[in-house]
């Protein structure tokens, strides 16, 4: 296993409370500052730059992923559910599942997977242990719960050919990894244990698959950020100037990965806490899967 200090760029000091979801799409780096619930793009740059937004909700917005053949749709996972959003910034709810849950919730991280079904997952406000799930988004929208009892579910993460996600639960310190069937999207076994993390380590946040299959992992609270091998080997460790990297995304071109981050919990955060850092990198990924639902 390697480390370095990694000499990384300001790309935007937005003062971000919670920034999340980085993804490419179409060119440009699209994330989310979760806790205002505004949504924005920054278009592919170098240096640092201005950001557009895209919208602002009055509910928190956890992350997006574009929805195939609709330009600026976004199915969203906001508030306590899953919703198409328009240009407009109107919602339109596919289903609020986390209105039904006992503890006040809120939707978290989610992303578009290979086959174009969309998961995201859900946490309890006041973090309550067991109370975040994962759900699915099909194709003709219904929202299926796939998985309970997490605290924290966070930064779901596909391989190329859609048969393996990655899924934090932050707050417990484990990366999962589950079989997925493309066909059917269910699972084809139960969760297994990809990587437990020991105490100060860091907690495992958004998360990101690159051209080599190797697993890239944001590690809120050590301001670092880990690659894993599929087997679960370790290999290097990147540290960032902000101590809570919240998610990672590989440019598809050029090699740089890009990393949100928070000044949630930072007692004297500098610029680089709530922004939007990049960092040279030997390695690329893969632009945004879309949503294919709703045709």
């Not at 996600?165 to 079989?179: K, N, P, S, V, W």
């Not at 084809?188 to 946040?205: H, I, K, V, Y």
């Not at 610029?271 to 709703?294: E, F, K, Q």
Request: glycine content about 12%.
């Amino acid at each position: 296993m390697t480390s370095t200090a990694a000499p990384a760029a300001l790309v935007v000091d937005g003062a971000y409370e919670l920034a999340e979801g980085g993804r490419w799409v179409d060119g440009r780096y699209v994330y989310v500052d979760i806790l205002s619930g505004r949504l924005f793009e920054l278009r592919d740059e170098t240096g640092p730059a201005a950001p557009r937004q895209l919208a602002q909700l009055d509910v928190p917005l956890g992350a997006v992923a574009p929805v195939s053949d609709q330009p600026d749709v976004w199915i969203a996972a906001a508030g306590t559910g899953i919703a198409l959003l328009t240009a407009d910034g109107a919602l339109e709810w596919l289903d609020r599942p986390e209105d039904r849950t006992p503890a006040p919730s809120r939707m978290n991280d989610g992303v578009a997977d290979p086959a174009g079904r969309f998961w995201a997952g859900s946490m309890a406000y006041d973090g309550t242990h067991g109370a975040g799930s994962l759900y699915r988004t099909d194709l003709d929208g219904t929202v299926v719960r796939v998985l309970d009892g997490l605290t924290i579910a966070n930064g779901p993460a596909f391989t190329a050919d859609g048969t393996t996600m990655y899924l934090a639960d932050t707050a417990a310190g484990t990366i999962l990894r589950c079989r997925v069937d493309p066909d059917s999207g269910d699972l084809s076994s139960d969760p297994e244990t990809f990587a437990q993390l020991r105490e100060g380590e860091g907690s495992p946040d958004g998360m990101t698959v690159d051209d080599e299959g190797r697993l890239w992992v944001a590690m809120w609270g050590t301001g670092t950020i880990r690659r894993y091998h599929p087997d679960g080997r370790l290999l290097h460790t990147v540290t960032v100037p902000a101590p809570h990297p919240t998610s990672v995304c590989l440019h598809p071109s050029d090699n740089r990965l890009f990393v949100t981050t928070a000044r949630h919990g930072v007692r004297s955060p500098t610029a680089t806490s709530g922004a939007v850092l990049s960092v040279p990198v030997p390695v690329r990924g893969m632009a945004a899967c879309s949503w294919r639902g709703r045709r």
